[in-house]
Nanobody, 126 residues
Framework: QVQVVESGGGLVQAGDSLRLSCTTS????????MGWFRQAPGKERLFVAA????????MYADSVKGRFTVSRDNVNNTGYLQMNSLKPEDTAVYYC???????????????????WGRGTQVTVSS
């Protein structure tokens, strides 16, 4: 089992940047695909980005391409989501998940991930 803790959220203005962190413990983090999702109040959890175990391949939702960058540091068992040019519509609780699956279309679905953190709130004011 992998334990996951997200951090780095906050209240920012449109156009600002934030970097979220996803710290893991337990079983070997380096073998997992890491994904970031977000969930606004009353809405479903949506895919944001994902990265393979070695950081060599990434995948992004169209809504964040060119603004967000996902990465990972397997030495420190930590993943990151760098968010630039934030917009009010980026406001949500951001969750990090890990899966032993592949970085394919299934990685865009929450049910693919077997370990989740509790999330970190990101609020972007206009």
């Amino acid at each position: 089992q992998v334990q996951v803790v997200e951090s780095g959220g906050g209240l920012v203005q449109a156009g600002d940047s934030l970097r979220l962190s996803c710290t893991t413990s337990g079983r070997t983090f380096s073998t997992y695909v890491m994904g970031w999702f977000r969930q606004a109040p009353g809405k479903e959890r949506l895919f944001v980005a994902a990265v393979t175990w070695n950081g060599g391949n990434t995948m992004y939702a169209d809504s964040v391409k060119g603004r967000f960058t996902v990465s990972r540091d397997n030495v420190n068992n930590t993943g990151y989501l760098q968010m630039n040019s934030l917009k009010p519509e980026d406001t949500a609780v951001y969750y990090c998940g890990v899966t032993t699956g592949l970085l394919n279309i299934a990685a865009k679905m929450p049910k693919t991930y077997h370990s989740w953190g509790r999330g970190t709130q990101v609020t972007v004011s206009s």
